[in-house]
Antibody, heavy 114, light 107 residues
Framework: QVQLQQSGAELAKPGSSVKISCKAS????????ISWIKQTTGQGLEYIGY????????NYNEKFKGKATLTVDKSSSTAFMQLSSLTPDDSAVYYC???????WGQGVMVTVSS | DIQMTQSPSLLSASVGDRVTINCKAS??????LNWYQQKLGEAPKLLIY???NLQTGIPSRFSGSGSGTDYTLTISSLQPEDFGTYFC?????????FGGGTKLELK
């Protein structure tokens, strides 16, 4: 069955960066792009962008350009999202998803605090 | 950005009820509309994709309809496991956007 296994929770200081992983299994990795979604209590669900797992091409929501960087390692069927220059507003649960949301990872809670 | 307005934001219902949740887009989204269910502490789960296509493994009591800017999720006979929060999501126009959610609670 399709599984997207994300890395563990992160506690980071303001101004630092974190890199979250999303390891896919149960399907042909390069047949679907990987989406990334942010969820907060206040802002709800926000679509960050996606990466073409075959070409590595990316498409970002303008709001997250400069904040999120999406990469992929085809050899390990793993997608990554790096979040940089962290502020408390980046505290959220971050999900990866297959395609436009067919299957989701379990989510990673990122907490930004000094 | 396309705004997705869900209604109601809170819905109280009983087991066996027929329930409808609405999603209105600020522009035509050409039926590129998904519905998700989320339970507390879990990731969203896809129920319906592209307006009216039931995801594999989802019970047939869930159905979707709509076109243009107006879309509906219907649960024909509410079951105890159906309580949670429901989101719509448009993937027609960039950036893709979610509705604000409808919390379905037990009356």
């Amino acid at each position: 069955q399709v599984q997207l296994q994300q890395s563990g929770a992160e506690l980071a200081k303001p101004g630092s960066s974190v890199k979250i992983s999303c390891k896919a299994s149960g399907y042909t990795f390069t047949s679907y792009y990987i989406s990334w979604i942010k969820q907060t209590t206040g802002q709800g669900l926000e679509y960050i962008g996606y990466i073409n797992t075959g070409s590595g091409g990316t498409n970002y929501n303008e709001k997250f350009k400069g904040k999120a960087t999406l990469t992929v390692d085809k050899s390990s069927s793993t997608a990554f999202m790096q979040l940089s220059s962290l502020t408390p507003d980046d505290s959220a649960v971050y999900y990866c998803a297959r395609g436009s949301g067919y299957d989701w990872g379990q989510g990673v809670m990122v907490t930004v605090s000094s | 950005d396309i705004q997705m307005t869900q209604s109601p934001s809170l819905l109280s219902a009983s087991v066996g009820d027929r329930v409808t949740i609405n999603c209105k887009a600020s522009q035509n989204i050409n039926k590129y509309l998904n519905w998700y269910q989320q339970k507390l502490g879990e990731a969203p789960k896809l129920l319906i994709y592209n307006t009216n296509n039931l995801q594999t493994g989802i019970p047939s009591r869930f159905s979707g309809s709509g076109s243009g800017t107006d879309y509906t999720l219907t649960i024909s006979s509410l079951q105890p496991e159906d309580f949670g929060t429901y989101f719509c999501f448009q993937h027609n126009s960039w950036p893709w956007t979610f509705g604000g959610g409808t919390k379905l609670e037990l009356k």
